[in-house]
C-alpha cells in the first residue's frame, strides 16, 4: 500500500490559516443551522414529544461519528479527509464514490439553507419572490469564499458567534419563561397532551432521528477543514470536544423548552418553530430579532456548505477523478473554479423555489439525505479499515484514539444502515434512497469505465503549478508567521 503522504502532497496547495477556534465555530456553523432553526418542526411534526428522543439518538451517532473522524484525522490531516482515506485503506473506488456521494448531497444541502433563508425574508416581506432573496444572498457569500479561507473563517466565526449568543439567550428565557413565569398553557404537560410523548408511535420517533441526523450533518467539515488548518492536531481534538458538547446542549435543550412552551401539534411546519415560540411569549420585537437569528443561521450554514464542497471537488481532481482545472488554485489559495461548480445547489435551489416555493424544501432535503447517510456510514466503514491497518503496520500509538473500538464503530455504522434503509418506508423520504442508489450505481459505472486504473499504476501526481496556482509543496501550504 502506498504511502499516505503521497495524497497530502496530491492535495497540496491549500493555505494553512484557520485557528482552532475557527475549526470550532465552522463546525457548529455548518450543524447549527436550518436542521435546528426549521428542521426541528418537521422532526416534531413526526415525532411530537419524543422528538426528544430522536435527537438523542442523532446526537449518540454524531458522537461516534466524531470519535472516528478526529482519530484519522489527526493521523492524516488533509482536505481530502474522509473520501482519502476511503481510498487509501479500502479502495480508490471507495475513495470516488465517497467523494461524489458527498459532494452531491452537500450541493443539495446548500439548496436546502438557501431555501430556507427564503422562508425567513418572507416573513417580513412576503410579497417578494422567494427566489430574489437565493440570487441576493448566494451572491454575497460566494464572494466570501472567492476572497481567502481566511476571510471565510472570519466571516463563519462571526456568523456562528451570533447563533451561540442567540441559542443561549434563547435558554434563558425559556428557561425563565416554563420556570418563573409559568403563563397558562405553558409547562411540561404540553409532553403528554395532544396524544401522550409518542402521538405517532415508536415509529414517529424513528423518522424523527432521520431528521435528526440531517440536522447534524456538517459536523464532519471539521475534518476537511484540518486540511487548511495552522495546528492541525490541536485544532481537530479541541474542536471535536467543544463541538459536540454545545450541539447536544444547544439541540437538546432549546427543542425541551420549546416543547413545554408551544403544544408539539403547533410547532408547525411553515417557518420557524423558534419564531413560533417568541410570537407566544409576546416579548415585543422579539419574533423578528429571531427571525434575523434564523436568517443567519441559515446564512452561516450555507457559507460552510460552499467551502467543503468546493474543497471535496478540489480533493476529487487532484485524484484525477475530476477535470484538472477543478485543482487549480488561485494566489489566494483559493480552488475558485471548483467553487463556481459547487455552486449548483443554488441553481437548483432558485429553480424549485419558482416551480414549487411550498415543497421545495422538503423535496431538497429528501433528496440531499442519500449522500450525507451513505457518507456517515463510510466513515465508520473506512474507521474499521484504518485501525486494523495501523495495527498491522506496527505504527506509533495514536495522538487521538476512538474509544470502545471496535463495537461502537460497529454500532455506528449499524444505526446509520438501519436509518438509510428506513427511508424506504417513509412518504416524504422514500425519494431518499429511490434517488441515491440509482447514483451510486452510476458512479460505480463511471467510475469502471473512465477511472479504474489497472493495478500497478500509479495514482496521478500533483499538478504542475501555474500561473494561476500557489507552489504545490508542502512548504507552500505554511504560511508566513
Not at 482545472?325 to 445547489?345: D, I
Request: charged share 10%.
Amino acid at each position: 500500500m502506498p504511502a499516505f503522504e503521497d495524497i497530502v502532497q496530491r492535495e497540496a496547495g491549500l493555505k494553512q490559516q484557520l485557528s482552532a477556534g475557527q475549526m470550532t465555530m465552522i463546525a457548529i456553523g455548518g450543524a447549527v443551522g436550518t436542521g435546528l432553526f426549521l428542521g426541528s418542526g418537521f422532526a416534531i411534526g413526526f415525532a411530537g414529544p419524543s422528538v426528544l428522543i430522536s435527537y438523542a439518538i442523532g446526537a449518540v451517532i454524531s458522537l461516534l461519528l466524531m470519535g472516528c473522524l478526529a482519530e484519522m484525522t489527526v493521523a492524516h490531516p488533509t482536505s481530502g479527509s474522509f473520501g482519502a482515506y476511503a481510498e487509501h485503506y479500502i479502495s480508490p473506488m471507495a475513495g470516488f464514490m465517497v467523494r461524489y456521494a458527498y459532494w452531491a448531497c452537500v450541493v443539495l444541502a446548500v439548496g436546502t439553507e438557501v431555501t430556507a433563508v427564503g422562508l425567513y425574508m418572507g416573513y417580513w416581506f412576503p410579497e417578494v419572490p422567494r427566489w430574489a432573496w437565493v440570487v441576493i444572498f448566494s451572491g454575497a457569500l460566494i464572494g466570501v469564499n472567492m476572497m481567502s479561507v481566511k476571510a471565510f473563517g472570519a466571516v463563519e466565526y462571526s456568523f456562528s458567534m451570533i447563533k451561540i449568543i442567540a441559542i443561549a439567550a434563547f435558554i434563558v428565557v425559556g428557561a425563565w419563561v416554563v420556570f418563573g413565569a409559568r403563563p397558562d398553557g405553558v409547562g411540561f404537560a404540553n409532553y403528554v397532551n395532544n396524544g401522550g410523548f409518542f402521538p405517532n408511535g415508536l415509529w414517529g420517533t424513528w423518522v424523527g432521528v432521520i431528521i435528526a441526523i440531517f440536522s447534524y450533518l456538517s459536523i464532519e467539515m471539521i475534518a476537511v477543514a484540518a486540511g487548511e488548518a495552522k495546528d492541525p492536531q490541536r485544532a481537530v481534538t479541541s474542536a471535536f470536544r467543544s463541538t459536540m458538547v454545545r450541539l447536544v446542549v444547544f439541540y437538546l435543550a432549546t427543542i425541551a423548552l420549546m416543547l413545554a412552551i408551544v403544544p408539539w401539534s403547533a410547532a408547525g411546519k411553515e417557518g420557524s418553530p423558534f419564531v413560533k415560540v417568541m410570537e407566544i411569549i409576546g416579548l415585543p420585537g422579539a419574533a423578528s430579532v429571531v427571525n434575523f437569528v434564523v436568517l443567519v443561521a441559515a446564512l452561516s450554514a450555507m457559507n460552510s456548505q460552499l467551502y467543503i464542497t468546493t474543497r471535496m471537488m478540489f480533493s476529487l481532481s487532484r485524484a484525477g477523478h475530476a477535470p484538472a482545472v477543478l485543482g487549480r488554485v488561485n494566489s489566494r489559495g483559493v480552488p475558485l473554479p471548483a467553487l463556481l461548480l459547487s455552486c449548483l445547489g443554488i441553481a437548483v435551489a432558485t429553480l424549485f423555489n419558482i416551480i414549487n416555493p411550498e415543497q421545495s424544501f422538503m423535496l431538497m432535503m429528501a433528496v440531499a439525505m442519500f449522500g450525507a447517510m451513505f457518507t456517515w456510514f463510510m466513515i465508520f466503514v473506512t474507521h474499521l479499515f484504518f485501525r486494523i491497518h495501523w495495527v498491522r503496520q506496527g505504527n506509533k500509538p495514536l495522538a487521538f484514539r476512538m474509544w470502545g473500538f471496535p463495537m461502537l464503530t460497529l454500532l455506528g455504522a449499524a444505526l446509520m444502515l438501519a436509518a438509510l434503509v428506513s427511508t424506504l418506508f417513509t412518504d416524504v423520504f422514500r425519494l431518499t434512497v429511490l434517488t441515491g442508489l440509482p447514483f451510486l450505481l452510476l458512479l460505480a459505472a463511471v467510475y469502471a469505465i473512465w477511472y479504474r486504473r489497472p493495478a500497478g499504476q500509479p495514482s496521478p501526481q500533483t499538478p504542475t503549478p501555474t500561473p494561476t496556482q500557489t507552489p504545490t509543496s508542502t512548504q507552500a501550504q505554511v504560511p508566513a508567521r
